[in-house]
């Protein structure tokens, strides 16, 4: 899978969420609402979630291995940095 799009929906200034994402794979999958959140030490994504009834949260969609994950926090976080910069 390709990361073809990177749209940035949201972003913020202050506060720990700084921005919701839509990542588009090979032209023809979207996902949307990926947060990018400042943690304690550094940036890092949370996949698109919903509470379930017992009120936790459960990942809606996400990358299955760290190769596809770790490829598509760098290349968001890269977008990110780029676009506050601009």
């Known amino acids: 899978m390709e990361i073809t799009d990177i749209k940035f929906r949201h972003l913020e200034e202050y506060g720990r969420l700084k921005a919701l994402v839509s990542v588009t794979f090979d032209g ?23 509470r379930m009834p ?6 809606i969609a996400h990358p299955v ?15 990110y940095r780029s676009s506050i910069l601009q």
């Open 28 to 50: 023809v999958f979207a996902v949307h609402d990926i947060k990018i959140i400042d943690g304690h030490d550094r940036l890092f994504l949370a996949m698109p979630s919903r």
């Open 65 to 79: 291995g760290s190769v596809l994950r770790d490829e598509l926090e760098h290349k968001v976080l890269d977008a």
């Open 54 to 59: 017992d009120g936790k949260f459960r990942d």
